[in-house]
């Protein structure tokens, strides 16, 4: 018989990896930029500091450069925005792909020259 881990267990050992993950990128986005989210321009300092989050352009967690070029500061508000256009992105796919090109066929481009050759 094997003891498999609770549901609970699982769970507080996932938050600990997410919070050692992010602590070495959070600490190192909160140096490199200014405490303000990306989108909406609120600033965070002090308490609501923890409420500014890093975000990952290419949503890789895993894609930590030193330089930051994959992250951004995000406020809670923002990130989550963020997250919902990409899953929405992944779900419905881009409007870009199903957007039609405009039609370029004019029908009456040699009307006045069909018109002259009836007379």
């Known amino acids: 018989m094997t003891n ?5 267990q699982v769970r507080a050992e996932q938050l600990k990896y997410n ?3 992010a ?3 959070r600490e190192q ?14 600033e965070f300092s002090g308490k609501n500091l923890p409420e500014l ?3 990952h352009v290419d949503h890789n967690h895993d894609n930590n450069p030193p330089d930051g070029s994959n ?12 997250h919902s256009k990409f899953e929405n992105l992944v779900r419905y796919g881009s409007r ?3 957007e039609r090109a405009p039609a370029t066929h004019n029908p009456f481009a040699d009307l006045k020259e069909q018109m002259d050759k009836k007379k």
């Not at 951004?72 to 989550?80: G, I």
Request: some cysteine; proline content about 5%.
């Open 23 to 25: 602590s070495g990128y």
């Open 71 to 82: 992250w951004e500061l995000l406020c809670l508000y923002c990130h989550d925005e963020e």
């Open 19 to 21: 919070a050692k993950r």
């Open 29 to 42: 986005a909160l140096k490199l930029f200014p405490h303000i989210c990306g989108r909406c321009a609120r």
């Open 4 to 8: 498999k881990p609770t549901f609970d």
């Open 53 to 55: 989050t890093v975000h």
């Open 96 to 98: 870009k792909e199903s």
